[in-house]
């Protein structure tokens, strides 16, 4: 079956730790986001890329570093620099250009600073 | 620059009963958006899609949509709610054509009294 794959479902993180969540998909989408949850604020958008070795930041960026080394893969890194890093990470991917397309999203990551 | 408001954070109807929420939109483009919903700890599923044409869109599970541009909305309705549509449902935009990253609301949480 096709679709997107996050991993771990639940990571705990120490005071200090940087910690990487892993997105795969196997959709052969060209696009790929990371957004970020927390009640009540909805998803907001960290980075996305639209090609292998490019990406940008998107609203939320600051304390958080992505790569796109192969189209299938987009892994997040939460750094020690992000403050409040406890929320709900969801990874997406899209079909770019050619009309308009919908995202299609993993399970989702649950992060929680211990 | 494009946002999403979500009017109402929590919603409850009676089982059988109309659903309504309400989604209000700005974009300086034509927009394209989209209804999402969202089970406890899941990633987010497609409802529904408008792109362009017809301004009434039907999606799963009942739900449909309709877009009002005099109004800068995009409500969903559903004629006759059930259980299993208890959820967190998102709108969002999007600008399409190579920029498909979503701009979402902050989501409103539909409760289903029995």
């Known amino acids: 079956d096709g679709g997107i794959t996050q991993s771990p479902k639940y990571l705990f993180r120490k005071e200090g730790q940087n910690v990487t969540l892993s997105c795969e998909q196997n959709?052969?989408?060209?696009?790929m986001y990371w957004y970020r949850q927390d009640p009540g604020q909805g998803l907001r958008l960290i980075y996305y890329?639209?090609?292998?070795?490019?990406?940008q930041k998107g609203d939320i960026a600051e304390g958080y570093s992505v790569s796109r080394e192969k189209k299938e893969s987009f892994p997040l890194t939460v750094t020690s620099a992000q403050k409040n890093p406890t929320a709900f990470y969801l990874c997406?991917?899209?079909?770019?250009?050619?009309?308009?397309?919908?995202?299609?999203f993993g399970q989702g990551t649950r992060l929680t600073v211990v | 620059a494009q946002s999403v408001t979500q009017l109402g954070s929590h919603v409850s109807v009676s089982e059988g009963a109309l659903v309504l929420l309400r989604c209000n939109y700005s974009?300086?483009?034509?927009?394209?958006l989209f209804w999402y919903v969202q089970y406890p700890n899941q990633g987010l599923q497609l409802l529904l899609k408008?792109?362009?044409?017809?301004?009434l869109v039907k999606g799963i599970n009942g739900f449909e949509a309709e877009f009002k541009k005099s109004e800068t909305s995009f409500h969903l309705t559903k004629p006759s709610a059930h259980m299993s549509d208890a959820a967190e449902y998102f709108c969002?935009?999007?600008?399409?054509?190579?920029?498909?990253?979503?701009?979402f609301g902050t989501g409103t949480r539909l409760t289903i009294i029995p």
């Open positions: 997406a991917s899209s079909i770019l250009g050619g009309g308009v397309t919908e995202a299609f």
């Open positions: 974009s300086s483009v034509p927009p394209y």
């Open positions: 959709l052969n989408h060209d696009a």
């Open positions: 969002a935009v999007s600008e399409g054509f190579g920029n498909e990253k979503l701009t």
């Open positions: 408008y792109t362009t044409g017809a301004t």
């Open positions: 890329s639209q090609i292998v070795n490019d990406f």
